[in-house]
């Protein structure tokens, strides 16, 4: 859920953060039927942590060039 919530709020870092920590701890109990769900969570994480970084960048870029 914290990675959807991650998509949905995608300018905070939190529920990004939240996400990978208990994809990692869901991944960690080794549950037959939870380790897909886990790595759909770590990956949609990662892909929404790594879109805002880019978008991040491009601003910071934009506001350097624009003074």
Not at 28 to 48: I, N, Q, T, Y
Request: hydrophobic share 65%; aromatic share 8%.
């Amino acid at each position: 859920m914290a990675s959807l919530a991650g998509v949905v709020f995608g300018f905070v870092f939190l529920p990004q953060l939240l996400g990978l920590a208990l994809a990692g701890l869901s991944l960690g109990r080794r549950e037959p039927g939870g380790r897909r769900p886990a790595l759909l969570a770590a990956a949609l994480s990662l892909l929404v942590t790594a879109a805002w970084a880019v978008v991040l960048g491009l601003l910071l870029k934009w506001w350097a060039t624009s003074r």
